[in-house]
């Protein structure tokens, strides 16, 4: 996250950097349609979570990297029917045997209640 006293440069990678200070005005046009490109066609996070077995999607907030999620279990009661958060990530498959998986870290019951 960029504050008002950092560079935004400093979380452009120096090899970036380099090949953009020559660039021309033109060529650097063509970059940030580029980006604005790529920054769109790259699904979000919060599109591809489904609800697991049992469970049903009340909300869902993307953040850089991962998504809350809040759920409710329909099929219980009292406190058992939650809401309950989730900070769920994607993780790549170090081995290589699989794309990843979705990991979902419990952070706890949300008060106030879940959906209408």
Known sequence: ?????????????????????????????AVV????????A?????????????EELVRTEDHDGYTIVVVER?????????PFAYRVQWEPDVAGESAGKYRWHY???VQGGGGD
Do not use: F, N, W
């Open 1 to 29: 996250m960029t504050g008002p006293d950092t560079d935004p440069a400093d979380d452009v990678p120096a090899q970036v950097r380099a090949a953009l200070e020559d660039c021309s005005d033109r060529e650097l046009r």
């Open 33 to 40: 349609g580029y980006v604005r490109h790529r920054l769109e």
């Open 42 to 54: 790259k699904p979000s996070l919060t599109d591809a979570i489904e609800a697991r077995e049992g």
């Open 74 to 82: 329909p099929d219980e009661t009292g406190a058992e029917r939650g």
């Open 107 to 109: 952070l706890g019951t």
